[in-house]
């Protein structure tokens, strides 16, 4: 039996037109809750945490408790602050 996992929690588009996924790394590897990646292809271009307020354990065994649109901009700054953008 295998199991499809992803760790896309969500997607935009980025200002060049690509598409950019966000990934959240505790899906997988739960010691990684609330760390996500920032892509754009197979390319990592940046990475940031939610922030610990945001992530009361009662979650740990559903999804984040930060909308999409949260994690959008969460990751928008990340890319700003990578020089990503």
């Not at 588009?13 to 966000?22: K, L, M, P, R, S």
């Not at 292809?41 to 354990?57: E, H, N, S, T």
């Not at 700054?77 to 990503?84: C, D, I, N, R």
Request: overall charge negative; aromatic content about 6%.
């Amino acid at each position: 039996m295998s199991l499809n996992v992803t760790e896309t929690v969500a997607t935009f588009t980025g200002d060049d037109g690509q598409e950019v996924e966000i990934d959240h790394l505790g899906i997988t590897t739960p010691s990684e809750w609330g760390e996500c990646t920032v892509y754009r292809g197979r390319k990592q271009i940046a990475r940031f945490a939610v922030p610990q307020d945001m992530l009361q354990p009662r979650y740990r065994l559903t999804d984040l408790p930060v909308p999409a649109d949260e994690l959008v901009a969460l990751a928008k700054a990340a890319l700003l602050e990578a020089g990503a953008a």
